[in-house]
Structure formats: structure tokens, C-alpha cells
């Protein structure tokens, strides 16, 4: 079983900074993706932003404003947000894919106030 820690959620004024981040631990074999995905009110969850193995990719939302990053020694993965919106208020989720199986953090909330 593979365990996710996540941290750094939190509440900021709209064009602040924040930065995630997502340890796994535990029976890791060979971790493909790492990613972030986030639930708003009343909405599905949806991929924010994924590091794979040779690339990353964005929704389109959040492209210039937010960064991932994967530290493989330390199983980890990193999301910093900058200039941050009210829209992008939402519960925030680590997911690591360790094939065959996907793993999902706890979620961590994010609250951009206006």
C-alpha cells in the first residue's frame, strides 16, 4: 500500500502564492505520474497540473501561473501557484500513479479570497 502526505493548503488574498506538496510512501514500485487535481464547490475534480515521467502538462487555466515538479529521490511532488485567483479556491488533490494502481492523497483546501 502507498501512503500520500500533503501539505502547504491555506488561505491567501488573490494574487499570493502558495506551494503543495505530496510525499508517497510505503510498497513503491515504479511511480509513472505525478499530479495535482482539485474539486471546487459543487464541481468535478479535475487534473490541475501532471509531471510525468519526461513532461509536464496544465489545464488551461492555470498555464503561466503554476508550476509542478517531481523530486523522484524523494518520491514527492510539487505544485507552486502563483498569482492566484478566487477561482482557483477548491480542495486540492495529490494523485500518484504507480501502475497498475492510482493512489490519492487527502486533499488539501486552497482558498483565494477576492
Known amino acids: 500500500q502507498v501512503q500520500l502526505a500533503e501539505s502547504g493548503g491555506g488561505l491567501v488574498q488573490a494574487g499570493g502564492s502558495l506551494r503543495l506538496s505530496c510525499a508517497a510512501s510505503?510498497?513503491?514500485?515504479?511511480?509513472?505520474?505525478m499530479g495535482w487535481y482539485r474539486q471546487a464547490p459543487g464541481k468535478q475534480r479535475e487534473l490541475v497540473a501532471r509531471?510525468?515521467?519526461?513532461?509536464?502538462d496544465y489545464a488551461d487555466s492555470v498555464k503561466g501561473r503554476f508550476t509542478v515538479s517531481r523530486d523522484n529521490a524523494k518520491n514527492s511532488v510539487y505544485l507552486q501557484m502563483n498569482s492566484l485567483k478566487p477561482e482557483d479556491t477548491g480542495v486540492y488533490y495529490c494523485?500518484?500513479?504507480?501502475?497498475?494502481?492510482?493512489?490519492w492523497g487527502q486533499g488539501t483546501q486552497v482558498t483565494v479570497s477576492s
Open positions: 494523485n500518484v500513479v504507480d501502475p497498475p494502481r492510482s493512489y
Open positions: 510505503g510498497w513503491i514500485f515504479s511511480i509513472d505520474n
Open positions: 509531471a510525468t515521467k519526461a513532461s509536464t
